[in-house]
């Protein structure tokens, strides 16, 4: 039997039952973990949907003694058609106004837009000057870590033009490090920086779904082109219908209001 099942606002799968039942041994899923299958009418509660799946035995020790591993991560293979609410293949869907259709419905959704009929998008964007907020309040937070740098470096934490060009590089290069594990961290684990949290954003993909740090690293260093358009790439926002700074159009990425 196939399965899916929700892990961070993303669904996952397909898995079989004794895939779902190990999922569930190593603790990536839980009873409160929503599934779905075909034939049933909506999302349920593990629990409620396959009990029987939360008492499979624990995963097999490796030969070396040491636990066996937990699925690697699954990504999402099919997406719900927002027309036919049907799982299609990530190939076969494609996005109209915020909305996820498959090419079966694709031409009845166009044709609605052509009547005026259109979906009506879901998401609310940030603009350039809460984002500037949540970029200043990050900037607060990474500030201690600099200062703790230059006086374990440097020897004082307003630098010191006495120390040698390799230290004081170093120095500038793990706090460039450290802000970069701070942002693909957060942004692959939470969709949002804590600034961004303390603001009420979150960065999704074009269809609302998470980064994932693979995403999440490359908007990071897509981030430095934004600076070194001298901040051009980051004004581009206030203009962009859809508050898109440039390295949001170069990972192809949103940055919005979380909801609730």
């Given amino acids: 039997m196939t399965w899916y099942y929700a892990e961070n606002n993303s669904q996952q799968g397909p898995v079989s039952d004794e895939q779902l039942g190990q999922l569930a041994a190593s603790g990536r899923v839980n009873g409160s973990t929503l599934v779905w299958k075909a034939g049933m009418g909506a999302w349920t509660a593990l629990e409620q949907a396959a009990p029987e799946l939360l008492a499979a035995p624990a995963l097999a020790a490796a030969s070396d003694g040491t636990p066996a ?99 004081q590089a170093g120095a500038i290069l793990l706090g460039t490090l450290i802000g970069f594990g701070y942002s693909i961290f957060f942004l692959g684990r939470f969709g949002a920086t804590p600034g961004k949290m303390v603001a009420g954003l979150r960065v999704v993909r074009e269809d609302g779904s998470p980064l994932g740090y693979g995403l999440a690293t490359g908007r990071v260093f897509a981030d430095l082109v934004s600076a070194l358009t001298l901040g051009i790439g980051y004004l581009i926002a206030a203009f962009d219908v859809e508050k898109r700074a440039l390295h949001d159009r170069i990972c192809n990425t949103r940055v919005i209001y979380k909801k609730g």
């Fill in 69 to 167: 591993s937990a699925f690697p991560a699954l990504g999402p293979e099919t997406a719900l058609c927002s027309t036919c609410n049907q799982f299609k293949p990530l190939d076969q869907i494609v996005m109209i106004s915020g909305q996820r259709v498959c090419a079966t419905c694709k031409p009845v959704v166009l044709q609605k837009l052509k009547q005026g009929d259109a979906p009506v998008p879901t998401f609310r964007y940030g603009g350039f000057w809460i984002r500037f907020a949540a970029r200043f309040l990050d900037g607060l937070i990474l500030q201690p870590v600099s200062l703790l740098i230059n006086m374990l470096m440097l020897g004082s934490v307003f630098g010191n033009p006495n120390a040698g060009a390799g230290t």
